[in-house]
């Protein structure tokens, strides 16, 4: 172990004692854990893979209740401190259930006008905070050229598909030529904004797209 390493393990002891953790969908003290033992056997597991235009998605949660007031909260009210334990379930959902089949990690990006307002992009801090797990750097395929409307307010799926067309570009297509990717976003609801991302990715010349999110909305 470096010297560096030691200094980072002793940090993070240090916070652990003056700021202990607390599992994001309950707000019980966790200790060093992640989730408290509750949440870890109570949360809204997803074993269930979807497929549709965007080919296949997998979560490790599904969209409802605590689930969904944690992911609110960390893209509304500014609860980063949840990441790790976001990026840990996410890590390893891909894992199981993607193992070989991506070579590298991108995002779905958020507008400029949208990153300004909200000062962060959630989808790329969940990329990166996967990536933590794996000691790889997610790579950046996307820009987001149009502010559209959230896909929140709309609940029709052909007014969700026409919202995102085209709002999308890719990011040095040389780049993303012959590559197979896992593309990382916060919630499936329709899949409207992942199949266009997966378009694009797939027009710049992508091998293979496979999709993951936090949550996903439960098929009715």
């Not at 997803?46 to 960390?74: H, M, Q, W």
């Not at 395929?141 to 029709?156: E, H």
Request: include cysteine.
């Amino acid at each position: 172990m470096t010297v560096n390493e030691s200094l980072d393990k002793a940090q993070k002891r240090l916070l652990d004692f003056f700021f202990p953790r607390k599992c994001p969908f309950c707000g019980r003290m966790t200790g060093r854990e992640l989730l408290c033992s509750r949440c870890k056997t109570e949360l809204p597991r997803c074993d269930k893979l979807r497929t549709g235009s965007f080919g296949e998605c997998a979560a490790p949660l599904y969209y409802e209740d605590n689930v969904r007031k944690a992911i609110l909260d960390f893209k509304f009210k500014n609860r980063v401190e949840n990441l790790n334990c976001f990026g840990s379930l996410m890590a390893e959902k891909a894992a199981e259930v993607y193992s070989d089949r991506f070579d590298a990690v991108t995002w779905v990006p958020v507008s400029k006008k949208r990153l300004k307002k909200r000062g962060f992009d959630q989808a790329r801090m969940l990329c990166a905070s996967l990536c933590v797990d794996w000691h790889v750097e997610p790579q950046e395929t996307l820009r987001k050229i149009t502010d559209n409307p959230p896909q929140s307010g709309l609940d029709d799926p052909a007014a969700r598909r026409a919202n995102v067309l085209n709002v999308y570009e890719a990011v040095e297509p040389a780049a993303i030529r012959g590559k197979r990717f896992l593309l990382i976003d916060d919630i499936l609801t329709t899949g409207a904004t992942l199949s266009e991302c997966v378009r694009i990715l797939r027009e710049a010349g992508a091998a293979d797209v496979v999709c993951l999110t936090l949550a996903m909305v439960r098929d009715k």
